[in-house]
């Protein structure tokens, strides 16, 4: 592999009307990690590597990401000082606004990130959006586009003119949307600190929250819900392997019986229950105290 290109940000002109924007537009797509040195400490930022995620001619912005944050550099930067232009990361967008392979929506209080990984081991090509814990290790807990996959890493997440969170590719194809029935007008989608991906419509009401539509993990504030009145269920079901994320064979519900409990499915047959709930307990299950009443709910 090449040696990585090194910009000393004093002496480099990061101006994209320049010849030296060009030079560094021309780098990023043919080698986006550059190594930045002699950073002015109002970035915090040191010696370091950086990812080049955005350059757009248009506005001469440059979007890098370090850490997990992003810095946009604005107009003409010489020299990193008190008048530069510092973004960080943003947990919300609105209509016709969108996220690009490889950014990512960060919750306010940097807990989780919405953004496009690819499972396994490194050596899938697929691409998911998925929400995910704001850590090194990757831990995801929603995909979104878990039976349509990206191809490349070209996908969008954007809102649509109709007011629905839509992931295309970059033949401007919808592999996935949140799917509301009814046209919405100005919505806005956010990244909650719960790890809730939630779309508002202009009134600021919730129509549509990733959390009413499980992935393989329960989270704190999760439901999982089998209503018989409204035919609404909200069950987790298992990743198909390490490497897919598609509808596995495993899902977890729970039954409006008499009593209600707690089943693990395999191929839609029981597979595992927990016994029935007694208002503290599930009986099934070797161990449990009631104190474990405080973090668990169930409701009739």
């Keep these: 592999m090449d040696q990585l290109p090194v910009f000393d940000i004093h002496e480099v002109t990061w101006d994209l009307a320049t010849n030296e924007g060009e030079k ?39 979007r890098i990401l370090k850490n997990w944050t992003y810095y946009c550099f604005k107009g003409k930067v010489d020299k990193v000082d008190n008048k530069s232009s510092l973004c960080t990361a943003i947990d919300t967008i609105s209509v016709n606004q969108s996220i690009r392979d490889p950014e990512a929506l960060v919750s306010n209080g940097q807990n989780f990130k919405l953004g496009f990984f690819s499972p396994g081991n490194g050596n899938n090509s697929y691409r998911y959006v998925g ?53 919405e007008a100005n919505s806005s989608a956010q990244l909650l600190d719960t790890g809730n991906l939630v779309l508002y419509n202009s009134n600021g ?53 008499e009593i209600p409990q707690c089943f693990v499915l395999k191929d839609g047959y029981p597979y595992w229950r927990s016994g029935p709930w007694n208002g503290q307990v599930f009986n099934g299950v070797p161990g449990m105290m009631s104190f474990y009443k405080r973090g668990l709910h169930v409701f009739e």
């Design 205 to 257: 009401g919730i129509i549509w929250e990733s959390f009413q539509h499980a992935s393989d993990s329960v989270i704190e504030n999760m439901k999982i819900l089998t209503s018989l009145s409204t035919n609404e269920r909200n069950i987790p079901t298992s990743w198909r392997s390490s490497n897919d994320p598609g509808l596995g064979r495993f899902s977890v519900t729970i039954e409006p019986l």
């Design 131 to 183: 929400i995910m814990y704001n850590l090194p290790l990757m831990t995801v807990i929603w995909v979104a586009n878990r039976e349509k996959p990206l191809t490349d890493s070209s996908g969008i997440v954007e809102i649509s003119s109709d007011g629905n969170i839509v992931i295309s590719n970059g033949e401007n194809e919808i592999v996935w949307s949140s799917n509301i029935s009814s046209p």
């Design 24 to 62: 560094l537009y021309e780098i990023a797509h043919q080698m986006p990690i550059v190594a930045i040195s002699n950073v002015t400490s109002q970035l915090q930022m040191q010696t370091t590597t950086a990812t080049i995620i955005q350059i757009n001619p248009d506005i001469k912005e440059i």
